[in-house]
């Protein structure tokens, strides 16, 4: 009889323990499929450290995802004491799981493009994308990486093959099976609240994504140690932006201010302006920024960027303020760095918007378009291009109606048209546009499946990944756009603005680490302007470009946004910040010295310039008022990004 009373909680613990040994297999998938992000500083010692600390947010996960069927399981009713009421239960065992444990294997790809896990921010990212664009990049996915599919396949095979039921066996003292399973259940409640919170006392807070970091050395390391269903649960309806109270507001403006006021004797210049954001554009590929890898022997991808740079003005240290195509967009467009969450995947992307293109729409009497080769609506490009001042917007559906063009003859069958093409007809509408006019363009053929055209196939450099001959195809496009480009009326009184929305995943250990994967190259080119030429040594992000082009342009009003001009403000006062999303951690660059911090103190500290692979934590070391200093600044730019992102703040009021 005693047997037979305690089935239920047997069965239970052996059906749970099959889950958490799925989720370990997963975590060991998702190690070895990434492992050259982890290589260089993982041992045997730490991966079972970061392992062991992952069991903690499998347990949250796990019993988030199986509340149902701890109830049914233990459910004081015996009536439910049948076969059939159990196969029932093993379905949604079975389904439940297996649903969670393949979005676990899929993260274990997507996670070298994103830097994160998956948060719930992905489904509104990819909402409006047409089903025939994800449903190629999975079928690709699938063939590419058969051992993921294959071990999914076996885990649920597992999960349903070693389920266990309770032993079907009449019960014949009721009142005994109700003590007990009341008994199991009342106890089974409390654990399972204590497992979801991730601890046992009512001081213990809810664990979330940024528990994480307490358990490893470096904020990617998180990766190893949370699972996507962990995630996505935390993230669920999760308020994105709250205001720290670090500093008063007069401390806060006087260390860092994000109102942009000119000098009186500024006088405007009507440049047009032309901002090309190249997707998936690591500094890394750009052979002339590399000199130093391979022995100075590294050529890179771009022929054609190495020739313009030599009348460009760069600078030595350029970084992105995110890691995926929604943050980089308001990043160069509108001066928002991502912080917590891409910012128009959020409520505060509601806000009215300042930008390159409003300031310049609104109060110069620019004309303004953004362009992009996708479909329209395509990753909420167009509706954060109208809310940052775009009046038009040029996507897949009006090249289509372009006589001059072959309409979806020229789509790479995934994503958008080819680059080739769109930049051309990028270049002829710009020459129908009345001057002066600013406008932007995304590019999309550097992009998964990481295909070039089948005239083109060869015709590109290989690289370690696929990637690299599409950076050279895009690159070719490009010089064909400046050619054409060049010989239009508008081209000498234009400024161009060349940079990434995002890195992809690198090659070389420098392009691994947490500043590594964010470098990107920030260009300026001014045919008109030659002296506007050379690299300085600068730390430049990419929510500096609105400013810069302002500053160039001699803009003469008030304004708002988070960067710095790049040209006019001296190099000790230069800084790049971003947030390691997925982790919350914050990295602030300035002078010698990479800080990255929790929220509440700095973590760690790092001489990047000297130490190019972030191995020596010198936070005990370094001058303690330099790192007070740096921290105070950052905590101040926090401060009031929060405050702007609640109030409404991000437009410039008279």
């Not at 940024?210 to 050395?217: C, E, L, R």
């Not at 998936?280 to 100075?296: A, C, M, P």
């Not at 129908?432 to 600013?438: D, G, Q, T, Y």
């Amino acid at each position: 009889m005693k047997k037979i009373l305690f089935s239920n909680v047997f069965s239970l613990v052996w059906n749970l323990f099959l889950v958490y040994i799925c989720y370990s297999l997963c975590r060991l998938a998702f190690l070895l499929e990434n492992f050259r992000l982890f290589a260089g500083h993982l041992d045997w010692g730490y991966a079972l450290s970061l392992f062991g600390a992952g069991l903690i947010f499998d347990t949250s996960a796990i019993l988030y995802t199986n509340a149902l069927f701890i109830l049914l399981f233990l459910l004081p009713l015996h009536w439910k004491e049948t076969k059939s009421f159990y196969r029932i239960v093993r379905g949604i065992y079975v389904t439940v799981n297996g649903l969670f444990l393949a979005i676990n294997l899929i993260d274990c790809v997507y996670f070298r493009f994103a830097g994160r896990r998956t948060t719930m921010s992905v489904f509104q990212e990819f909402g409006n994308e047409g089903g025939g664009n994800l449903t190629s990049i999975f079928a690709t996915e699938f063939l590419s990486h058969w051992y993921l599919v294959l071990l999914a396949v076996l885990l649920f095979y597992s999960l349903y093959k070693l389920y266990r039921a309770p032993q079907n066996i009449p019960v014949y003292s009721k009142w005994q099976y109700y003590v007990v399973q009341l008994a199991a259940l009342l106890v089974a409640i409390p654990f399972t609240v204590f497992g979801m919170r991730g601890g046992m006392t009512t001081a213990t807070r809810p664990i979330t994504i940024s528990n994480a970091n307490q358990y490893v050395n470096r904020p990617l390391d998180a990766g190893i140690v949370l699972n996507t269903p962990f995630s996505v649960f935390r993230t669920l309806g999760k308020r994105a932006f709250v205001i720290p109270d670090y500093l008063s507001e007069q401390e806060a403006t006087a260390l860092y201010s994000p109102v942009h006021v000119p000098g009186d004797s500024v006088q405007f210049k009507p440049m047009n302006v032309v901002v090309i954001i190249w997707e998936s554009f690591t500094k890394e590929f750009v052979g002339s920024l590399n000199s130093g890898l391979e022995g100075g022997k590294y050529k890179g991808y771009t022929p054609f960027i190495d020739s313009l740079l030599t009348k460009s003005l760069t600078f030595t240290h350029t970084y992105a303020n995110g890691r995926k195509s929604i943050e980089g967009m308001p990043s160069v467009l509108s001066s928002i760095p991502s912080f917590v969450e891409p910012f128009f995947l959020t409520p505060a992307s509601l806000n009215d918007v300042s930008g390159v293109a409003g300031e310049l729409t609104k109060h110069k009497g620019y004309y303004s378009a953004f362009f992009h080769g996708a479909m329209n609506g395509s990753m909420g490009f167009q509706a954060f291009a109208r809310s940052t001042g775009f009046q038009d917007y040029f996507g897949r559906t009006e090249y289509n109606e372009d006589p001059r063009y072959n309409g979806d003859k020229d789509f790479d069958g995934t994503w958008a048209i080819w680059d080739e093409e769109f930049l051309q007809y990028y270049c002829d509408k710009m020459t129908e546009f009345k001057e002066p006019f600013v406008t932007s363009v995304f590019t999309a053929s550097s992009h998964h499946p990481f295909a070039v055209p089948a005239r083109y196939e060869g015709k590109f450099p290989e690289g370690p990944t696929p990637l690299q001959r599409c950076i050279g195809y895009t690159d070719n496009a490009l010089r064909l756009f400046f050619e054409k480009a060049s010989r239009q009326p508008w081209f000498k009184n234009t400024l161009f603005v060349i940079t990434a929305d995002h890195t992809s995943l690198g090659t070389y250990p420098e392009y691994l680490t947490d500043l590594g994967m964010y470098s990107v190259p920030i260009l300026f080119y001014a045919p008109g302007m030659p002296e506007l030429c050379g690299m300085e040594d600068k730390i430049v992000e990419q929510i500096d470009i609105m400013p810069t082009v302002l500053g160039i342009l001699g803009y003469d009003r008030p304004y708002i946004c988070f960067g710095q001009d790049a040209i006019c403000t001296p190099a000790e006062d230069k800084f790049a910040v971003n947030n390691l999303l997925g982790t919350n951690i914050y990295q602030f660059v300035k002078g010698d010295y990479l800080i990255q911090f929790d929220g509440e103190q700095v973590t760690k500290a790092y001489l990047y310039r000297t130490d190019s692979l972030l191995k020596e934590d010198v936070k005990n070391s370094m001058p303690q008022e330099i790192l007070q200093s740096m921290e105070k600044q950052l905590k101040s730019i926090i401060q009031q990004y929060m405050q702007r992102m609640n109030t409404n703040g991000l437009v410039y009021k008279e």
